[in-house]
């Protein structure tokens, strides 16, 4: 299998799609061709580690890694991944829940498989690779809980001082260590770019040897296949019906994965795309023309994304606005909608929600009444409702329990640096901290 720059520049192996995060053109990495499969080739899966095992081997052909994958697998998907019914009065809705593991959302799933993919490349090199990780919330604390205490490997946090939740903040600043956690004056975009420009020095980058790990790498992508693979087979074994999934979708990462499910065969039928104010998806779902923009702040932090970076993978791989229309819907949910369904989804539902999740539960209680009894519905949850507790408790009018895994983390103390959005001080506050030499630390933990 063979990883092709989205614009044209150039083919290389899993390997160094990974290592290298974005490529030299710019691109991001698209597999190239994308396997097809069909119902059969899934019989005898059906662990989530088998189904990994067989959706993610024609993905690993020629790659150093290939050895591994079930190891691979097996740290990744370490931590339960439910699908739950919901009782609700009209239709069958079920709940896939991807926020189980370290940090209680979503993005622990392509980071550990991330981390786990990396730290085997890694192995043989005597310079660190400093992964850089702009983050509008949850990214951030993911990536810093899978790689810390990784030999070999440094992180680099940025996020939009500020921005995030008291809790995101606490767990994108407590990991010390090999982990750098910068809190950025600006946003999520202002994050972004840095980490683009950065990447691009050839200087600092020799000095640092960087990769990414944002939802731009190929190694995140993957694994989040592998939770749609299996929900759709499971409810399609069950019911005899395609499921229908709505995303909750700001960088465009995890609603990416599920259409490059649809497209390889699985039994997956409408992909629907909610986001919060940021709608520059659905706008151009329906002008035809893609207009990037700032991003805005709203409830739902984590989506805030006004230039979504896997839209360069998904023109790629499904062509033009027109083409999309027949394989997506993209649904815009204001702030009060937000909170009207985090008050009434704890009420129907008998537990809370997250202001992410509300957003795909917001969509799926806007459907015709036909549309939900006639199709079966899955809704994602990206992240655990204790992460957004000033958001959440005051609605629903309940304290939330915390799951241990963030209990265990909020109890850590917490450090980190203010910089401008400004490569300069992106500089100055790296080699602070790891020093001008990479070579002369490259024993760190
Ligand atoms: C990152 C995130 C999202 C958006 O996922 P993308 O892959 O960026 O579209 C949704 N919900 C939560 C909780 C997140 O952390």
């Not at 000095?207 to 989040?224: E, T, V, W």
């Not at 329906?286 to 709203?298: Q, Y």
Request: some cysteine; glycine content about 8%.
């Amino acid at each position: 299998m063979k990883y092709v720059s989205t614009r044209g520049g150039e083919a290389v192996s899993l390997d160094q799609a990974i290592a290298a995060g974005i490529a030299k053109d710019g691109g991001l990495f698209v597999p190239d061709p994308v396997p097809a499969f069909a119902l059969k080739d899934f019989e005898d899966a059906t662990t989530i580690h088998e189904v990994a095992q067989v959706l993610l081997g024609p993905f690993f052909e020629g790659s150093a890694l290939a050895p591994h994958l079930g190891a691979i697998i097996g740290e990744t998907f370490s931590f339960p991944i439910p699908l739950t019914k919901l009782s609700v009065a009209t239709g069958d809705l079920h709940m896939l829940e991807l926020f189980h593991g370290p940090t209680a959302a979503f993005k622990d799933i392509g980071a550990g498989f991330l981390a786990a993919c990396l730290s085997r490349l890694q192995r043989d090199q005597s310079v660190p690779l400093t992964i850089l990780v702009a983050t509008s919330g949850d990214t951030g604390g993911a990536v810093a809980a899978a790689f810390n205490e990784r030999p070999g490997m440094r992180v680099v946090v940025l996020f939009p001082e500020g921005r995030v939740s008291q809790r995101q903040a606490r767990q994108l600043t407590c990991w010390g260590d090999n982990v750098l956690s910068l809190a950025v004056h600006g946003s999520f975009d202002d994050c972004q770019a840095l980490v683009k420009e950065a990447m691009a020095n050839a200087d600092l980058n020799a000095r640092h040897r960087f990769s990414s790990a944002n939802s731009i790498n190929i190694g995140r992508l993957l694994p989040q296949c592998t939770y749609y693979a299996h929900a759709s087979l499971a409810r399609y074994r069950e019911s005899g019906q395609k499921p229908s999934f709505i995303v909750p979708t700001g960088n465009l990462g995890n609603g990416l994965a599920l259409m490059l499910c649809k497209q390889m065969g699985l039994p997956v039928a409408d992909v629907i795309l909610a986001t919060n104010e940021n709608r520059v998806i659905g706008d151009y779902l329906e002008e035809g023309e893609w207009l990037p923009t700032e991003s805005k702040p709203t409830l739902a932090s984590a989506m805030d994304v006004g230039n979504p970076s896997n839209m360069e993978r998904v023109l790629a791989l499904f062509g033009d606005a027109a083409s999309l229309h027949r394989l997506i819907r993209a649904v815009s949910v204001s702030d009060q909608h937000i909170e009207e369904e985090i008050r009434e989804g704890n009420t129907d539902f008998g537990f809370a929600i997250c202001p992410h999740t509300a957003t795909a539960c917001h969509v799926y209680r806007h459907l015709s009444d036909e549309e939900r009894r006639m199709k079966n519905w899955i809704v994602v949850a990206t992240a655990h409702p204790a992460k957004f507790e000033q958001i959440v408790e005051p609605l629903t009018g309940h304290l939330l329990d915390l799951p241990d895994s963030l209990r265990a983390i909020l109890d850590r103390p917490v450090h980190s640096v203010s910089i401008g959005p400004d490569l300069a001080s992106f500089e100055m506050a790296l080699e602070d901290r790891f020093g001008l030499d990479a070579r002369s630390s490259a024993g760190d933990k």
